[in-house]
């Protein structure tokens, strides 16, 4: 069984900063693509950022220059480190990362359950 726990949002006025962090465990065997994604009420869920194994970046564009995706391999943790925050950065973050668990396997995408960030005033 895989997990992906997230942790560190929570509110913040806008301008200020947050650092979000998620960590894979469970029946590992490697980790590929690791990003986080977010969904604001009424909207769908979009990609914030992502990050490959060999450290490959890509960022939507509203948060390019603000967010900071990195990750720890050893560890199997992605975190994003998010700046500059607006009202309009307000969702619910997601973890994902592409797993494998057993070496003759494709990668499966997971999920976290979710960490709220409210940038409000």
């Known amino acids: 069984q895989v997990q992906l726990v997230e942790s560190g949002g929570g509110l913040v006025q806008p301008g200020g900063s947050l650092r979000l962090s998620c960590a894979a465990s469970?029946?590992?065997?490697?980790?590929?693509?690791m990003g986080w994604y977010r969904q604001a009420p009424g909207k769908e869920r979009e990609l914030v950022a992502s990050i490959t194994s060999g450290g490959t970046t890509n960022y939507a564009d509203p948060v390019k220059g603000r967010f900071t995706i990195s990750r720890d391999n050893r560890k199997n943790t992605v975190d994003l480190q998010m700046n500059s925050l607006k009202p309009e950065d307000t969702a619910v973050y997601y973890c994902n990362a592409r797993i494998v668990t057993m070496s003759w396997a494709d990668g499966v995408p997971y999920w976290g359950k979710g960490t709220t960030v409210t940038v409000s005033s």
């Open positions: 469970g029946s590992i065997f490697s980790v590929n693509s």
